[in-house]
């Protein structure tokens, strides 16, 4: 006799199985446009580097990637709302040394916890640090910046945003240098430099990606870098001159509010990777300092924590703190 019920309970199992696979992968991603938050104003270095791989991760990805910037408190303000953002794959950060590894141990209150409110994505690349001054300063080198700052008895350095490498490396560069500097931080870069190049402020740590077109114009002095960079070939590097804890690098890369599918999270690394290979965008982000480092999630975690713990002992040395 023909019994058909245990085929329709086999086949109502199956699909119930499924059911959850089919619920937590998305195969059509991405359907719409994708975000991704740069905690920074526009014409900042993260900005100019996310741009730079814009259209060809859109590409990619075959759909539109926008660019939202949103700064403040050193990256923290936009870092913040990418990690209340809804985990579907279609917000997105840019996220940095600063806004990640130095944030959690800066501020008591910090709108989002480095460590387990993102899912990492990978790398974009890393760039070294240049200490530039402002064209009114006879500052041909290092011995003579310091000099000249030391005779003034008094003077200011401009920071990206309190709590970012720029900020830290500011106050290290203070005290080593037994200067009396005051810290004066900026909502990003751009604004910086402008005050730097109008001369309301002295010296500033920042990339080469934004500061390289004026250091080349003349419009401020570059003394010397924390790794050698082929964008500014002839300025020196700390180490060279007698300073060599200063060779502290910056790497960007891309994270998702936690909880968006791992799937999605692969497919964008993989996007992701495929546009940092391409040759043009790879020149381009070389012509303004920055090495391409194609990755996988993993290491920009494991990097996260490593980094973490190797800022944090430097904030301890240096006593930077902010609510």
Known sequence: MFRPAPLISFVRASILAILPIAASAQPSWPEKPITIIVPFPPGGGTDLVVR???????????????????????????????????PDGYTALAVTTSTTALSAHLYKNLPFDP??????VGFIGTSPYVLVARPAL??????ALKQALAARGSGSYASVGAGTVSHLLGEMFRKDAGLNLTHVPYRGAAPAYTDLIGGQVDIMFDNPVGLAPFVRAGKVTAVAT?????????????????MPAYTQTLWYGLAFPKGTP???????????????RDAGVAADLAAKGVDVRPDTPRAL?????????FWGKLIVSTGVRFD
Do not use: C, W
């Open 115 to 120: 460590a387990r409110d993102f899912e990492y």
């Open 52 to 86: 730079a791989l814009q259209p060809a991760l859109g590409s990619r990805l075959h759909q539109t990637v926008v660019i939202q910037n949103a700064g403040g408190a050193g990256g923290t303000v936009g870092s913040g709302q990418a990690a209340r953002a809804r």
């Open 262 to 276: 791992a799937d999605v999270v692969t497919r964008m690394n993989a996007a992701l990777n495929a546009a940092l």
């Open 301 to 309: 975690s494991e990097t996260v924590v490593h980094d973490t713990a």
């Open 226 to 242: 924390t790794g050698k960079t082929p964008i500014l070939p002839d300025v020196p590097t700390f180490a060279s001159l007698g």
């Open 138 to 143: 006879p500052a041909q080198d290092l011995a």
